[in-house]
């Protein structure tokens, strides 16, 4: 559909020119009706449709309509829901109107005929650039004559002008389009009313001539302009014996938009769950992910660029405002731009950092409460390359230019806070993107959502003395994730008796020793926020005097999947989470509101059957008791030894 285009977007208005074009030829008794009043004024109407969208809604059928210049209340009616408010068209007076009459025997001829005048201020340049622009030259006129102030008038038949227009924009479609808008905007052309909430523009009281008319500014969902287009005002009536002064015409506009999409994955950097992803494609990318706090992130932002036709069609603004949750910091300094030819990013056509100054990167400074914002805007050399860039297209031959219909891929990093600000559970981090963009009507526009969720867990363990007479100072826990290979590290912050997980490390002696408070608030507990979802390994390796070790190594698993509940933005099920201790199922407790966010688990030590300890009164004890038995063997050997010696 898309490399017939041009013979779709120029239908309707092209029908109009037609129609003129075709030589009036009657008989002398009815040349009193083909004659023009060259006294009237003219008007142009333009109703301006969605005929895309209505095509999609299969209400239209481009191809089979056919206009006769006259305003249509079936067309109006049907194709009302799909009015494009916002086109501006503009249109300049090229010629006059003039009517060759002729006589061959008895059939008198009449046809139009259209005066380019010569203008020797200017080296008569503003008709011979036209003429060049749609592959003319002054040698092309039907005959030349001579005006009042000896001025050269070059006479030209339409079929001619409209032939070459046609070829034109055929067979060079966007050089075309770029030299005719030039044209109009240097020779100064009248801007017509933008098309209202009906679709509808008109001009009133317009001198009688031929007119050039260039579809000149666009709201943002306009993805094809209408060919330009020449008019006769008047023109004949498509069944050529009458003069139709109010031209009504119905021009065409492709429409669409372009897409976003934001998704994230735990950096590969980090041991972890895509370790081994490449740089060059999105693997592991989602809607949801899961990480420990400290983890760095990787961001991207997906969007194909919309169509871009011709200077009236390019982009004004293409910007990205995306919002942290107050969970999660950017990296800053990281952003890059790719382009490709694909929707899966294999096939680069350009790659742009910030140094390069095609776009800009703002951020706002961090705030506990809110998060904060990163803002991406093209520069006026990024859109230079977007809007004209001859990389991927043959402008020779495609109504296509620029970085048209081209995935644009925004990657970036960010870190999970190790702190309070972090949001722990099935809530999630939200993370958002907005992407505002505009084209030359820079009054209209439009914006795209999406968002994307980062969640990470906790373990709220319970340590006990059977005896309730322990000290805490003397424990110290292990933490070690078996998924993946790592012992965790974290810090205590003592005010909130919280330890918040800052890092990852592969050897014992480098991971955090974990102790449980001592405080009358959070006695004997060991809060650990800022856990991904995998299976955790917790070993005690050390406890207070009398107290025997756990027996065992307590297994917390940690599983997230997608769960019931839907997320109106991106439409991506979000995560719910689950656990259990020792493979048995346990029910997470809350975290600020967060119904599933930490594992509850207690553990006791009993006292143990040690001999007691060396010195002091149990030394003491030992020895007395010890001095008695002897005492006791002595009276008994000399009972004995007495009762021997008696007998």
């Not at 100054?357 to 093209?378: C, L, Q, R």
Request: include cysteine; hydrophobic fraction near 35%.
């Amino acid at each position: 559909m898309k490399k017939n285009i041009f013979t779709r977007i120029g239908a309707l208005a092209m029908t109009a020119v037609m129609a003129f074009s075709m030589a009036v030829g009657v008989s002398a008794a009815n040349e009193a009706n083909a004659t023009i009043d060259t006294s009237k004024p003219t008007s142009l109407t333009l109703f301006k449709y969605d005929l895309t969208s209505a095509e999609d809604a299969g209400v239209w059928d481009t191809e089979s309509y056919v206009s006769t210049g006259i305003q249509d209340a079936e067309v109006n009616t049907t194709l009302s829901p799909y009015a494009v408010e916002g086109v501006e068209f503009s249109y300049v007076r090229l010629a006059s109107l003039d009517i060759l009459k002729e006589n061959e025997g008895t059939v008198h001829h009449i046809m139009p005929l259209y005066g380019f005048t010569e203008d020797p201020s200017t080296n008569s340049a503003g008709t011979v650039d036209f003429l060049a622009a749609i592959g003319l030259t002054t040698n092309d006129a039907y005959k030349v004559g001579t005006a009042s102030n000896s001025n050269r008038i070059w006479y030209f038949k339409s079929d001619t002008l409209i032939n070459a227009l046609s070829n034109s924009l055929r067979t060079n479609a966007t050089s075309t389009k770029d030299t005719l808008e030039s044209y109009m905007a240097r020779i100064g052309g009248t801007a017509m009313p933008e098309t209202d909430a009906n679709g509808k523009s008109q001009v009133k009281n317009l001198e009688q001539g031929l007119y050039l008319v260039i579809e000149t500014r666009v709201p943002e969902n306009v993805t094809s302009t209408t060919a330009p287009f020449l008019v006769s005002l008047p023109m004949t009536t498509i069944d050529g014996n009458e003069w139709n002064y109010d031209v009504v015409i119905y021009p065409k506009n492709d429409t669409g938009s372009p897409n976003l999409e934001k998704t994230v994955r735990e950096a590969k950097a980090d041991t972890g769950k895509n370790e081994g992803k490449t740089d060059d494609i999105t693997d592991g990318y989602a809607h949801t992910a899961t990480g420990s706090d400290g983890d760095v992130m990787d961001y991207q932002i997906i969007s194909t660029l919309p169509t871009i036709t011709s200077s009236a069609t390019a982009l004004t603004t293409y910007t990205f405002e995306d919002v942290l949750s107050k969970g999660i910091q950017y990296n800053k300094g990281d952003v890059k731009i790719e382009f490709f030819k694909d929707a899966e990013c294999t096939d680069k056509v350009a790659t742009w950092t910030e140094s390069d100054g095609k776009f800009k990167v703002e951020y706002t400074d961090y705030d506990p409460a809110s998060g904060s914002k990163m803002t991406i805007s093209m520069t006026e050399a990024g859109f230079q390359e977007i809007n004209t860039a001859t990389t991927v297209y043959d402008t020779a031959s495609s109504l296509l230019r620029g970085y048209s219909n081209l995935t644009l891929r925004i990657t970036y990093a960010c870190t999970v806070n190790s702190d309070a600000a972090t949001v722990y559970g099935d809530s999630g981090n939200l993370n958002e993107v907005k992407l505002t963009w505009k084209r030359t009507n820079t009054e209209y526009y439009d914006t795209l959502n999406d968002d994307c969720h980062v969640y990470t867990y906790g373990v709220d363990l319970t340590k006990q003395f059977s005896d309730d007479a322990g000290n805490f100072d003397h424990v110290k826990f292990l933490f070690h994730n078996t998924t993946d290979g790592y012992y965790v590290q974290a810090e205590r912050n003592d005010a909130e008796g919280i330890y918040y997980v800052t890092g990852h490390t592969d050897k014992e002696s480098e991971a955090t020793q974990f102790s449980p408070m001592s405080d009358d608030v959070n006695k004997g507990k060991v809060i650990v926020k800022g856990l991904e979802d995998d299976t955790y390994v917790i070993t005690e390796i050390e406890t207070d005097d009398g107290y025997k070790l756990l027996k065992e190594d307590i297994t917390v698993e940690i599983t997230s999947a997608p769960g019931s509940e839907v997320c109106p933005i991106c439409e991506t099920a979000l995560l719910t989470v689950s656990a259990k201790v020792n493979g048995s199922d346990v029910q997470m407790n809350e975290d600020n509101s967060s119904v599933h966010a930490i594992v509850p688990l207690t553990v006791t030590n009993t006292r143990g059957y040690d001999l007691p300890k060396t010195g002091g009164n149990g030394t003491k004890l030992f020895y007395i008791f010890g001095g008695v038995a002897m005492v006791a063997a002595l009276g008994a050997v000399a009972l004995a030894f007495r009762k021997r010696s008696h007998a």
